[in-house]
């Protein structure tokens, strides 16, 4: 975009603000599919990364000198924080916890999440992010939801059903809620630190919202949520909650304060504003698999979410879900851009 | 149950006419849950199993012997047809296709399917299975739908994201189509001799709906399944569409010419009903998970399911995706007796 983009589209058009332009950042936007994080990784592990401020900032900012991306994202892991807790895991590549929690005494064990003690490399990178992000674009904080770290605590493991996981929400309800209870708080302080240390916008990842019927998302996924975020209301960040596979879900989420609600590409946008209603943006929503289309039926396709997502105030373009590591970061170019111009 | 159960509620909940007790049937009832099953596999290899159809009705036949199930599902597998086609594949246990079909030259030495000659097997497990079904139970027919047999086919193997699949649908849309053509076809074939053997209904299993968004999932995956189903319609048995994950694609599924749209546990089934119209039988759709609560509370989840589904006629009990293997079999017990007790 050769105009050059305007710092503030993407905080204004999560206040669903009128916005110079069509903001849009890239889930997974520091990653793999980039040659320079690629190089970056081939020195360390992953864990390393995220513990290292230095090399997690420079990865974070990687994504923002190529592309004229409208928002910045925090390099690290959803179970970063929980490690910090003390829960032992190894990246294999997917966390894998060494003892997988199913017992109140474990949850009770859980201690609390001092994020200035804890995780301080964390709070480092933002800061070190916030000093040299170009364009002075805006820098996203994140964790993951309360129930999808409760998957892979419970689980031990990423699988496709997370089937202990599940098991426990229907046969151990209250160990599950008390589960839930803990993480919220822990998310909570955790992210409120890191808006103290500077990101300006917080981002839930509900990664396995599609593992729920939408009662047990009701009764156990959303009220986690819900607390999490009302510990974050009077920072005055814009919190942004990121559902997977949350089709069926959004009459529920419709209930949860919170600015942005970010969905799959297996969702139509203009359903999914009508349930959620005129009071949130919306973040999304094309198929990662999209950028590996010809140029010209990329822009059509990019079309088709402009279309869906309408001329309300109020929506961020992004993917449905995470970059695919393939793809050809000439794509993403040709995504922001043409976005850019579309406004 | 006590009294019996009559034959004909599975039938007449498929064409939407009052039963005297609510059908029920469980997704994979014949399988490793059972020890009567295991005990087979233990002999057997699966591939063995489903091309003996002497082991195959055996295995068919084991939970209606056990159970008051209101049908019967032959023992089979979405790949087996394929195989009949010349696909080279291996189970393992996913299905594994040797050389992924990824162009047009591929899907053009595609051979037409001819059951009666490739897959005969399949048609002497339907008759054996209706000489010895108990209580008269309807027999269901299967196949797998279109879109999904050519995401094995894409990516040779079963993945999460499935990613080759997707990424032919956006760079390769016509070699789809003609792969999805000739799919169509063949599932055609392969249905209609089920039903000449003695198929009482039949039924695609769309198992990866969930990985389209609503616009790819029209132009690709439902117009196969409407092609499939247009060369099943003059034989007069009911037709059931499973489309997992398919939440946000009823909409696209309440025009296909169908009797029973089943669908998975993330969605209720009021709404469901809502978006496909009256004209629609509905099947499904409790969390596999459910049967893993203690007894007083699997009622409660099963009486969710029920209320959800509402009093008008034309709803087959089910669960939403298939049963797991660790599954208690006195559970399924407890299950279909109090959905029949409910009536």
Same mark, same amino acid.
């Given at each position: ?64 000198r190529r ?59 933002? =800061?070190?992010?916030? !000093?040299?992000? &170009?364009? /002075?674009? *805006? #820098? @996203?904080?994140? $964790?993951?939801?309360?129930?999808? %770290? ?44 890191q808006a ?18 939408p009662r ?10 819900? =607390?999490?975020?009302? !510990?974050?209301? &009077?920072? /005055?960040? *814009? #919190? @942004?909650?990121? $559902?997977?596979?949350?089709?069926? %879900? ?80 000439? !794509? ?12």
């Amino acid at each position: 975009m050769a105009q050059g983009v305007t710092a503030g589209a993407f905080l204004a058009a999560c206040r669903r603000q009128p916005v110079p332009h069509r903001p849009v950042w890239v889930m997974r936007q520091a990653g793999r599919y980039l040659p320079e994080y690629r190089a970056v990784r081939a020195k360390v592990d992953f864990e390393t990364l995220t513990r290292t401020p230095e090399l997690a900032a420079e990865v974070t900012l990687q994504p923002l000198r190529r592309f004229e991306l409208d928002a910045a994202i925090l390099f690290s892991d959803i179970m970063t924080p929980l490690q910090g807790m003390g829960v032992a895991l190894d990246f294999a590549p997917g966390p894998h916890v060494r003892e997988p929690i199913r017992t109140d005494a474990q949850v009770d064990a859980l201690p609390a999440l001092v994020p200035e003690r804890d995780v301080p490399f964390v709070l480092d990178t933002i =800061r070190l992010v916030r !000093a040299g992000v &170009p364009r /002075g674009a *805006p #820098l @996203i904080g994140f $964790a993951g939801a309360p129930f999808t %770290l409760l998957c892979y605590l419970v689980c031990g493991k990423p699988s496709k059903e997370f089937g202990p996981a599940r098991t426990l929400l229907y046969a151990q309800p209250h160990t599950a809620e008390r589960l839930l209870g803990r993480l919220a708080e822990a998310m909570g302080q955790y992210l409120a630190a890191q808006a103290r240390a500077g990101a300006q916008a917080l981002m839930l990842f509900e990664s396995w919202a599609g593992l729920l019927a939408p009662r047990e998302f009701t009764r156990f996924a959303l009220p986690a949520v819900a =607390r999490t975020f009302a !510990a974050l209301r &009077p920072l /005055g960040v *814009p #919190l @942004i909650y990121y $559902a997977n596979q949350g089709a069926a %879900l959004m009459p529920a989420v419709a209930g949860l304060d919170v600015d942005v609600v970010g969905v799959d590409w297996r969702c139509g946008l203009s359903e999914v504003r009508r349930m959620l209603g005129p009071g949130k943006a919306v973040q999304g929503n094309l198929d990662p698999a999209a950028l590996f289309a010809p140029p010209a039926e990329l822009k059509r396709h990019v079309d088709a979410v402009l279309e869906e997502a309408g001329e309300a105030p109020g929506h961020i373009f992004n993917l449905g879900h995470g970059i695919w590591p393939d793809t050809d970061p000439d !794509a993403v170019a040709r995504l922001v851009d043409y976005v850019h111009e579309r406004r």
